[in-house]
């Protein structure tokens, strides 16, 4: 068979020979359908057959063909250099992982994501690229043959006693495919002083966490993403006084778990939305929920409904102001509960809190801009889009530094 000894490293594979029309190979991973056209064009259009052989034997024989170390070291040497990758990737703090796995004989590459921008890629042999995604796979309890349709995992590593969470999500693309590995290092998770150099605004937020329980309110963080809107959500959760009050988190994907709290995840296949799922949880008697983010007319509606009844909610909305949070909330609220909705922002929203990371020379800083109210004496001009919350009566505000 006419398979050069370059392309068996690529493809990681040992050819077996022509049996009844097919050829038959014994990849040490499974072969995509793309990987499979080319060497059937190679070989006069005769199809590829996959035969099972012992994976030590395939290891042999790419020792054989190979001097390269990353072809031949064993399950556990490579399972070794992976985790080592992303333990260095935690310690540069990163915040993720992406890999491209081509097909086209472009070089393959790996890329974190510091402070929010992507770092120079690493170049990877094709061979070291394949290993890693299907390795990452595997831990995430992936289906590693699956190289078209999305895909999504987690798997956890323990280094120096800190389990770290490693989120995983793939899918194919026209020329390959793409893995991105979001890094949950527990040890990111921040102080409600440690949000802002304002001492003031520190002390708002502190005391924003001292709640008094069947009042209900209203608590919106707000900014794009990528702005650490679950960091913060984070931070309040954390500073809860949870030896008196029962909390629940509803969120997609859970990232940053807070010991007290109950954590639910979305999952769109099961059909266990943010709505259905604040459903359930306002059967549980909960004093506060958590919620990842409202995004659609129906849990927006729940939301406000669950703060008339006595509940406290804290939750992220996508908007790039203070005002901007109000417009954005209030534009996703169905026809007919409009009016009720706004009536419950005038008489139970505590607190807006608008975020942003905004470059450094040394990374990112976080950037706030915040409102919060006091005493509720009557309506504020929540709604009037020339209205400036300098001026709210009974609200202390922060514009953004």
């Not at 040490?28 to 499979?36: A, H, Q, R, S, V």
């Not at 990758?85 to 992406?98: K, P, R, T, V």
């Not at 794009?224 to 949870?242: D, E, Q, S």
């Not at 359930?280 to 995004?295: S, T, Y």
């Amino acid at each position: 068979m006419n398979i050069s000894l370059e392309l068996q490293r690529t493809l990681q594979l040992k050819p077996l020979g022509i049996s009844n029309g097919n050829i038959l190979v014994a990849p040490l991973y499974p072969l995509t359908k793309t990987e499979c056209l080319e060497l059937s064009s190679l070989l006069n259009g005769l199809p590829i057959l996959e035969e099972p052989v012992d994976r030590a034997e395939v290891l042999m024989y790419l020792k054989s063909i190979s001097g390269s170390v990353f072809a031949t070291g064993s399950a556990d040497d490579f399972a070794a250099r992976f985790s080592s990758i992303l333990f260095e990737s935690i310690e540069l703090h990163a915040s993720d992982l992406h890999v491209r796995l081509l097909t086209n004989g472009e070089p393959c590459h790996l890329r974190r994501r510091v402070h929010g921008y992507l770092q120079d890629p690493i170049l990877l042999e094709p061979a070291i690229a394949r290993r890693f995604v299907t390795w990452a796979k595997q831990k995430a309890g992936l289906d590693s043959s699956e190289h078209l349709h999305p895909q999504e995992g987690r798997f956890s590593l323990t280094t120096h006693g800190i389990t770290i969470e490693f989120r995983v999500s793939c899918s194919g693309q026209t020329d390959g495919e793409t893995m991105v590995i979001r890094l949950l290092d527990p040890r990111r998770k921040l102080s409600l002083r440690a949000l802002s150099t304002n001492e003031a605004l520190g002390r708002c937020l502190e005391n924003l966490v001292q709640l008094e329980t069947k009042q209900g309110g209203l608590v919106l963080i707000s900014g794009p993403t990528g702005a650490g809107k679950t960091t913060t959500l984070a931070a309040l959760a954390a500073a809860l006084p949870l030896e008196r009050l029962k909390a629940v988190a509803i969120e997609d994907p859970v990232e940053i778990r807070t010991e007290g709290v109950d954590h639910l995840e979305v999952d769109a296949e099961q059909n266990l939305g943010f709505a259905r799922l604040l459903r359930a949880v306002l059967r549980q008697d909960p004093d506060i929920i958590i919620i990842g983010e409202i995004r659609d007319p129906e849990t927006a509606e729940i939301a406000l409904r669950a703060v008339e009844t006595g509940h406290w909610v804290m939750a992220s909305v996508h908007a790039g102001s203070v005002l901007e949070t109000i417009y954005r909330l209030t534009s996703l609220l169905p026809a007919s509960y409009q009016e009720l909705g706004r009536l419950t922002l005038q008489t139970r929203l505590h607190a807006v809190i608008n975020q942003q990371l905004l470059p450094t020379t040394n990374g990112r800083q976080l950037s706030m801009e915040a409102i919060f109210v006091e005493k509720h004496d009557g309506p504020l001009p929540w709604f009037d889009p020339a209205a400036k919350p300098s001026t709210f009566s009974g609200c202390i505000y922060f514009p953004r530094a």
